[in-house]
């Protein structure tokens, strides 16, 4: 019910169950699943300016989100060597290529701390754009502050820094949808990003 709530953009209403959730269920796993919508109600709606994260890329160099805006970013968490994010990973690929490189940025954040399994994975796939290891993984607060839970997981920003959306494995088509409308020169006033 609560997750109905959010999908349905009823922020308040899933606050509220979310709250009776966890006082109701104090010492079980719904209440830490009812914390974790409740941040996600809080924070990660779309329309709502996105957390910032500062992060070093594998290359070295520092990535702020907010030093970012002013276009689109394609925030991505995976684990590599997934049969998931391997299906899918072509398919990321391909939205990568149709973009040029100054109209958006994409974040890859690896949620597998282990550094071998990541440059193993590296070396073997091609992963355009700027890529993060998780040391912690999915407890890492890289991971946490945008409540991924399964991966592979991405968030579209826009070019203000707001949160289009966050999509699943299945919502790529979705996310390329989005991402193209963002990237139109001339956009229609009515976006189809809007409920």
Avoid: C
Avoid at 4 to 12: E, G, I, K, N, P
Avoid at 37 to 44: D, F, K, M, P, S
Avoid at 45 to 65: F, H, K, R, Y
Avoid at 124 to 130: A, N, Y
């Amino acid at each position: 019910r609560i997750q109905a709530f959010l999908d349905s953009a009823q922020v308040d209403a899933a606050l509220s169950a979310a709250q009776r959730l966890r006082a109701n269920h104090s010492r079980s796993s719904w209440a830490q699943w009812a914390r974790r919508v409740g941040y996600e109600a809080e924070h990660l709606q779309p329309g709502m300016t996105a957390p910032n994260l500062t992060v070093q890329t594998l290359a070295g160099d520092t990535l702020s989100l907010r030093e970012l805006r002013g276009a689109p970013v394609v925030l991505e968490y995976y684990r590599p060597n997934t049969d998931l994010f391997t299906l899918q990973h072509p398919l990321r690929n391909t939205l990568h290529e149709a973009t040029r490189p100054d109209s958006v940025t994409f974040v890859s954040i690896s949620v597998e701390p282990d550094s071998l399994a990541n440059r193993a994975f590296l070396r073997s796939r091609r992963l355009p754009g700027r890529t993060v290891v998780a040391p912690d993984g999915i407890e890492d607060p890289i991971a946490t502050r945008y409540n991924v839970v399964q991966v592979p997981t991405w968030f579209l920003i826009d070019d203000a820094g707001k949160i289009v959306d966050r999509y699943f494995a299945s919502d790529v088509p979705t996310l390329r949808q989005h991402l193209t409308f963002l990237l139109r020169e001339d956009p229609n006033p009515v976006s189809p990003l809007t409920p």
